[in-house]
């Protein structure tokens, strides 16, 4: 984003940014302080700890070199770990990240799983709770359907070195 006041990037600011300026009831992201900082602690596992684990499973659908071996070490991480932490601390009572109604966590979060679909057998090996919490989640957002279903295709049709290979 660029205004006059200057320019605000990375994702999550930016979510948090247009929050803040128009979603004024809260809606995507609490206006209450404690709500808000959860909201904003799973923004920040998402930046810090899950998605640094994606590039090297999901981003070879935009031509990127990946390592394979990298690719097999993260996957673990996402089982072993950071799946774990999503459904045991950010979804452990509430059916959205410490919510009953999705927030910017959620849109942060979900479509990102996507990038595994690029990787059948990986995808295979994803729990069916994050399964059905990327769908729940994806399916909460229709009016951006059609850029879901833009990655969910890429993802899907990818059929490039690592597609078939192993978790």
């Known amino acids: ?74 996957f673990k991480k996402l089982i072993d770990v950071h799946f774990k932490t999503l459904l045991d601390v950010f979804l452990k009572d509430t059916p959205y990240c410490f919510s009953e109604k999705p927030t910017i966590a959620d849109l942060a979060i979900a479509p990102v799983i996507t990038f595994i679909k690029a990787r059948a057998k990986f995808w295979d090996a994803v729990p069916d709770a994050i399964k059905e919490y990327h769908t729940r989640v994806l399916e909460a957002f229709p009016g951006v359907e059609e850029n879901f279903k833009m990655l969910d295709g890429m993802a899907t049709s990818y059929s490039g070195d690592g597609a078939d290979a192993e978790p």
């Not at 803040?20 to 809606?27: H, I, L, N, P, Q």
């Not at 640094?52 to 690719?71: H, L, Q, R, S, W």
């Open 1 to 74: 984003m660029d205004g006059d006041d200057g320019a605000i990037w990375e994702s999550n600011a930016v979510m948090r940014f247009l929050c803040k300026k128009f979603d004024t009831e809260g809606e995507l992201y609490p206006t209450d302080i404690v709500k808000a900082g959860r909201v904003d602690m799973a923004l920040d596992w998402r930046q810090t700890a899950f998605y640094p684990c994606i590039p090297n499973i999901g981003y070879v659908v935009f031509g990127m070199p990946c390592d394979e071996t990298k690719a097999k070490e993260d």
